[in-house]
């Protein structure tokens, strides 16, 4: 992109800050190939997805995250200057429009960050490098200041922090473990937990390798979904000590399942009732024959969260990431290698989604987020 061309598309997304937009929410979508982030308002009626504005990024996006008031955006990046990879700092408008502020330089590419509950500090983990990182935020400018770095094992995944704001968890698929941490909310600085790690399922168990990580709206509960096969495990969670235990672990693949598959992203509605996971088909499959990816839908007890499969539904190859609205009505799940996002209604009491729409979206779309608009 040409330095005339970036800044053009600034201003265009300056100008859009200052017009008018629908009130209710907005979904953003991060594009690898476009370097952009594609903005679209949800119908609160319908879930129909209509675009609203689009920004372009000095480098290519990755997994995006909000400020906790949701008056910033950040979105990790890589095809930085000399390669480097890094993160764009966003500021949001009331009607949810974003204007680029600033970008920093990180140590290394990072498949999913996080914010901490101050603001403060920008939270990454790092999968090549094998460790998790802390910068500092000021102003919600994340300023590339480094205040930690802990090295943890290669394929970081992802990194999550509990509601109150005190631990930290980092799946890692290889080692089949998920780090703990505890997080000085004064200084930034992590502190391994004891035990610093806990397994996973165990090696020879189809449903192993924890990848992403969701803490249960309401009760002390976690669960991950887990790579290898295809699965889910839920893990109690001791909030005075900050440690998992690993309580249940379920396939999420479609049954009668021929190939093979890896579970990616998992998502809670936020009344906690359900839980919903993506499995990506990986396998080498004959030319024509079609791809089998999936949503697997999941119950959760309100008293126990014990799971229960709900069933599986149909969605775009390789659905990297997905998300819910924040009403717990609408799922939205990007195709990666489809370039499609796919809409479904959620049932209210069954939890089976109903698809309604399939939406080209351009580019690798690599991650999605919902937020409210005024």
């Not at 949810?96 to 403060?120: E, N, Q």
């Not at 080692?175 to 200084?187: G, H, M």
């Not at 024959?289 to 008293?303: G, I, N, Q, T, Y």
């Amino acid at each position: 992109m040409t330095l005339p061309h970036f800044i053009g598309s600034l201003l265009m997304t300056t100008l859009l800050a200052n017009s008018p937009a629908s009130a209710g929410q907005l979904l953003y979508l991060a594009s690898i190939k476009d370097k952009n982030i594609v903005a679209y308002a949800v119908n609160a009626e319908t879930g129909e997805l209509k675009q609203r504005f689009t920004i372009d990024l000095p480098g290519n996006p990755g997994p995006l995250a909000f400020s906790p008031d949701a008056s910033f955006v950040y979105a990790a990046m890589t095809g930085l200057d000399d390669n480097k990879a890094g993160v764009a700092t966003l500021k949001r408008a009331e009607n949810g429009s974003l204007t680029f502020v600033s970008k920093s330089y990180i140590t290394s590419r990072a498949p999913y960050i996080r914010v901490d509950k101050t603001g403060h500090f920008l939270l990454a983990a790092h999968y090549g490098a094998g460790d998790v990182t802390v910068y500092r935020i000021r102003d919600g400018i994340c300023t590339g200041e480094l205040l930690d770095q802990r090295a943890t094992a290669k394929t970081a995944h992802c990194i999550e922090i509990d509601p109150s704001g005190q631990f930290v968890f980092v799946p890692h698929t290889s080692p089949n473990k998920v780090f703990q941490f505890r997080l000085n909310r004064d200084s930034g600085k992590l502190a391994p937990n004891d035990p610093p790690a806990v397994d996973g399922p165990d090696v020879d168990h189809k449903y192993h390798e924890p990848r992403h990580y969701a803490h249960h709206p309401k009760l002390d509960l976690a669960y991950t979904s887990n790579e290898s096969g295809g699965g889910i495990s839920a893990w109690a969670f001791d909030p005075k000590s900050g440690t998992l235990s690993r309580q249940q672990t379920l396939s999420t693949l479609p049954t009668n399942y021929k190939g093979k598959s890896a579970a990616a992203d998992i998502q809670l509605t936020p009344d906690g009732r359900f839980a919903y996971v993506s499995n990506r088909d990986v396998t080498k499959r004959a030319k024509g024959e079609p791809m089998r990816d999936s949503l697997a839908a999941v119950s959760l007890d309100p008293k126990t969260g014990k799971m229960k499969i709900i069933g599986t539904f149909p969605t775009a190859h390789l659905p990297r990431s997905f998300c819910i609205d924040l009403t717990g009505q609408y799922l939205y799940s990007a195709g990666q290698g489809a370039a499609t996002l796919v809409a479904y209604r959620i049932d209210r009491e069954s939890g089976a989604l109903q698809q309604l729409a399939t939406y080209e979206t351009g580019g690798v779309p690599i991650w999605v987020m919902c937020g409210n608009v005024e």
